[in-house]
Protein backbone atom coordinates (compact mmCIF):
# COMPACT_ATOMS: atom_id res chain seq x y z
CA UNK A 1 0.00 0.00 0.00
CA UNK A 2 1.44 3.25 -0.23
CA UNK A 3 0.10 7.32 0.37
CA UNK A 4 -0.08 9.16 -2.56
CA UNK A 5 0.30 13.44 -2.81
CA UNK A 6 -3.60 15.13 -2.63
CA UNK A 7 -3.45 18.12 -4.90
CA UNK A 8 -5.03 21.47 -4.04
CA UNK A 9 -6.91 24.00 -5.65
CA UNK A 10 -6.25 26.09 -7.86
CA UNK A 11 -4.60 22.94 -9.58
CA UNK A 12 -6.63 22.63 -13.07
CA UNK A 13 -6.34 19.24 -12.78
CA UNK A 14 -9.45 19.21 -10.46
CA UNK A 15 -11.57 21.00 -13.24
CA UNK A 16 -11.14 17.93 -15.18
CA UNK A 17 -14.38 15.53 -15.93
CA UNK A 18 -13.15 12.01 -15.40
CA UNK A 19 -13.22 9.34 -17.36
CA UNK A 20 -15.28 5.62 -16.83
CA UNK A 21 -13.52 3.03 -15.16
CA UNK A 22 -13.49 0.02 -18.45
CA UNK A 23 -12.75 -2.95 -16.18
CA UNK A 24 -12.52 -3.82 -12.17
CA UNK A 25 -9.08 -5.62 -11.93
CA UNK A 26 -6.20 -6.26 -9.67
CA UNK A 27 -4.38 -3.04 -10.72
CA UNK A 28 -7.51 -0.90 -10.00
CA UNK A 29 -8.32 -2.46 -6.89
CA UNK A 30 -4.66 -1.76 -5.70
CA UNK A 31 -5.09 1.47 -6.77
CA UNK A 32 -8.20 1.91 -4.75
CA UNK A 33 -6.36 0.16 -1.58
CA UNK A 34 -3.98 3.09 -2.06
CA UNK A 35 -6.64 5.80 -1.87
CA UNK A 36 -8.15 4.32 1.27
CA UNK A 37 -4.91 4.58 2.61
CA UNK A 38 -4.24 8.48 1.71
CA UNK A 39 -7.98 9.32 3.02
CA UNK A 40 -7.64 7.44 6.45
CA UNK A 41 -3.99 9.28 6.73
CA UNK A 42 -4.87 12.48 5.62
CA UNK A 43 -7.31 12.00 7.31
CA UNK A 44 -10.73 12.09 5.51
CA UNK A 45 -14.27 10.48 5.42
CA UNK A 46 -14.29 10.41 1.32
CA UNK A 47 -11.35 10.50 -1.77
CA UNK A 48 -12.24 10.68 -5.21
CA UNK A 49 -9.26 10.03 -7.35
CA UNK A 50 -8.78 13.34 -8.88
CA UNK A 51 -7.21 14.54 -5.99
CA UNK A 52 -4.92 11.82 -6.03
CA UNK A 53 -4.20 13.21 -9.77
CA UNK A 54 -6.29 10.29 -11.77
CA UNK A 55 -9.12 11.17 -13.57
CA UNK A 56 -11.20 7.83 -13.23
CA UNK A 57 -14.61 7.57 -11.86
CA UNK A 58 -13.66 6.04 -8.88
CA UNK A 59 -14.31 7.01 -4.82
CA UNK A 60 -13.39 5.41 -1.36
CA UNK A 61 -15.29 6.54 1.52
CA UNK A 62 -15.47 5.46 5.26
CA UNK A 63 -18.12 7.26 7.65
CA UNK A 64 -17.36 5.38 10.51
CA UNK A 65 -16.82 7.19 13.81
CA UNK A 66 -12.96 6.49 15.17
CA UNK A 67 -13.74 4.26 17.58
CA UNK A 68 -16.04 1.72 15.86
CA UNK A 69 -13.89 -0.57 13.23
CA UNK A 70 -13.44 0.68 9.64
CA UNK A 71 -16.11 0.26 7.02
CA UNK A 72 -14.03 1.00 3.61
CA UNK A 73 -16.50 1.48 0.99
CA UNK A 74 -15.26 1.75 -2.76
CA UNK A 75 -17.57 3.68 -5.97
CA UNK A 76 -16.61 2.61 -9.24
CA UNK A 77 -18.59 4.46 -12.61
CA UNK A 78 -21.06 6.42 -9.58
CA UNK A 79 -24.19 7.67 -10.83
CA UNK A 80 -27.11 9.96 -9.31
CA UNK A 81 -30.35 8.32 -10.55
CA UNK A 82 -32.69 10.39 -7.91
CA UNK A 83 -32.56 13.29 -5.70
CA UNK A 84 -34.91 14.63 -3.25
CA UNK A 85 -37.02 17.66 -3.08
CA UNK A 86 -35.79 18.57 0.36
CA UNK A 87 -32.52 20.24 0.85
CA UNK A 88 -29.97 20.18 3.70
CA UNK A 89 -27.04 22.02 4.72
CA UNK A 90 -23.75 20.81 6.23
CA UNK A 91 -20.45 22.87 6.72
CA UNK A 92 -18.31 20.89 4.21
CA UNK A 93 -14.38 21.03 3.81
CA UNK A 94 -11.94 19.27 1.55
CA UNK A 95 -9.16 17.52 1.41
CA UNK A 96 -8.03 20.12 -1.48
CA UNK A 97 -9.21 23.06 -0.13
CA UNK A 98 -7.24 22.66 3.32
CA UNK A 99 -8.83 24.30 6.50
CA UNK A 100 -11.56 26.12 4.79
CA UNK A 101 -15.06 24.89 5.39
CA UNK A 102 -18.34 26.68 4.33
CA UNK A 103 -22.15 25.83 4.18
CA UNK A 104 -23.21 23.90 0.87
CA UNK A 105 -27.20 23.25 0.20
CA UNK A 106 -27.62 19.85 -1.32
CA UNK A 107 -30.50 17.51 -1.49
CA UNK A 108 -31.25 15.82 1.74
CA UNK A 109 -31.28 11.98 -0.06
CA UNK A 110 -30.59 10.58 -2.96
CA UNK A 111 -30.37 7.43 -4.84
CA UNK A 112 -26.85 6.19 -6.51
CA UNK A 113 -25.83 3.16 -8.89
CA UNK A 114 -22.24 2.00 -9.02
CA UNK A 115 -19.79 -1.14 -8.96
CA UNK A 116 -18.40 -2.32 -5.87
CA UNK A 117 -14.91 -3.51 -5.00
CA UNK A 118 -15.42 -6.84 -6.78
CA UNK A 119 -17.11 -5.12 -10.12
CA UNK A 120 -20.50 -6.10 -9.21
CA UNK A 121 -23.49 -4.07 -9.54
CA UNK A 122 -25.26 -1.84 -6.88
CA UNK A 123 -27.77 -0.02 -5.81
CA UNK A 124 -28.16 2.49 -2.64
CA UNK A 125 -30.58 4.73 -0.93
CA UNK A 126 -28.39 7.51 0.62
CA UNK A 127 -29.23 9.86 3.76
CA UNK A 128 -27.50 12.03 6.29
CA UNK A 129 -23.53 12.33 6.14
CA UNK A 130 -23.37 9.46 3.55
CA UNK A 131 -26.02 11.27 1.19
CA UNK A 132 -23.67 14.21 1.61
CA UNK A 133 -20.32 13.25 1.28
CA UNK A 134 -21.21 10.94 -2.08
CA UNK A 135 -22.47 14.57 -3.69
CA UNK A 136 -19.67 15.85 -2.48
CA UNK A 137 -17.19 13.20 -3.99
CA UNK A 138 -19.20 12.64 -7.34
CA UNK A 139 -18.66 16.67 -7.99
CA UNK A 140 -15.18 16.27 -8.14
CA UNK A 141 -15.43 13.29 -10.90
CA UNK A 142 -17.57 16.84 -12.96
CA UNK A 143 -14.31 19.02 -12.02
CA UNK A 144 -16.66 20.61 -9.27
CA UNK A 145 -15.08 21.78 -6.15
CA UNK A 146 -17.12 23.08 -2.83
CA UNK A 147 -15.69 26.67 -3.34
CA UNK A 148 -17.25 26.57 -6.42
CA UNK A 149 -20.60 27.27 -5.30
CA UNK A 150 -19.19 29.98 -3.66
CA UNK A 151 -19.00 33.87 -4.62
CA UNK A 152 -16.28 34.57 -6.60
CA UNK A 153 -14.92 36.86 -3.85
CA UNK A 154 -15.14 34.37 -1.23
CA UNK A 155 -13.49 31.71 -3.95
CA UNK A 156 -10.41 33.99 -4.83
CA UNK A 157 -9.84 34.57 -1.07
CA UNK A 158 -9.79 31.11 -0.48
CA UNK A 159 -7.74 29.86 -2.97
CA UNK A 160 -5.39 33.01 -2.44
CA UNK A 161 -4.86 31.38 1.59
CA UNK A 162 -4.07 28.09 0.33
CA UNK A 163 -1.68 29.24 -2.53
CA UNK A 164 -0.02 31.21 0.65
CA UNK A 165 -0.07 28.05 2.81
CA UNK A 166 1.65 25.32 0.64
CA UNK A 167 4.09 28.13 -0.88
O1 LIG B 1 -12.91 14.54 4.65
C1 LIG B 1 -13.84 15.17 4.16
N1 LIG B 1 -14.81 15.67 4.95
C2 LIG B 1 -15.98 16.21 4.47
C3 LIG B 1 -16.77 16.94 5.35
C4 LIG B 1 -17.95 17.48 4.93
C5 LIG B 1 -18.37 17.30 3.63
C6 LIG B 1 -17.60 16.59 2.75
C7 LIG B 1 -16.42 16.04 3.17
S1 LIG B 1 -15.47 15.12 2.06
C8 LIG B 1 -13.88 15.42 2.70
C9 LIG B 1 -12.83 14.64 1.95
C10 LIG B 1 -12.77 15.13 0.52
O2 LIG B 1 -12.26 16.15 0.18
N2 LIG B 1 -13.35 14.40 -0.38
O3 LIG B 1 -13.39 14.79 -1.64
NI1 LIG C 1 -13.33 16.94 -1.61
Same mark, same amino acid.
Given at each position: ?? +???? +?????????????? #???????? =???????????? &???????????????? =??? #??????????????????????? #??????????????????????? =??????????????????? &??????????? &???? &??????????????? =?????????????
Amino acid at each position: MA +ILPI +ITVPNPLLKEISTP #VGKVDDEL =RKFMDDMLETMY &HAPGIGLAAVQVSRTI =RVL #VMDLSEDSEKPEPHYYINPEITW #VSKEIGIYNEGCLSVPEQYAEIE =RPLECKVSYLDYDGKAQNI &HCTGMLATCIQ &HEMD &HLEGVVFIDYLSNLK =RKMIIKKIKKQTE
